[in-house]
């Protein structure tokens, strides 16, 4: 976050994503904490060329809710068939999206 030189008496800056794993007290902190989760994701998903962004977005799907996606039994091999990719590759992103946000978001099938 970028501040201000000379910041006003009454200045306070309450950055939401520096408590993102804090306790969950009240309805508006877990609003808060599931947009600030959402935006993460999100950002993962445009990260790259415009033509990797369907294949990011069905891990995505994959990897939280797999019975959204129209197969019976989805994988990333599914994922890389889909999109024409190696299926190498669809997993290394798969790893890697689990890898940055696996702490955070509790995907399907997850033990904690």
């Known amino acids: ?48 060329k415009a033509r990797q962004r369907g294949l990011r977005s069905d891990l ?4 939280i809710c797999p019975q959204m996606l129209p197969c019976k039994r989805p994988s990333a091999s599914w994922c890389a068939r889909e999109h024409g990719v190696s299926r190498q590759y669809a997993s290394r992103l798969q790893q890697e999206f689990t890898r940055e946000l696996g702490d955070y978001i509790r995907f399907r099938g997850q033990r904690f």
Do not use: N, Y
């Not at 995505?60 to 990897?63: A, Q």
């Open 1 to 48: 976050m970028i501040r201000p030189r000379r910041l006003p008496t009454d200045a306070c800056f309450d950055d939401p994503a520096a408590k993102f794993d804090h306790e969950v007290g009240s309805l508006g902190t877990a609003f808060t904490l599931a947009g600030i989760g959402i935006t993460r994701v999100q950002e993962w998903i445009t990260r790259g």
């Open 60 to 63: 995505v799907t994959l990897c």
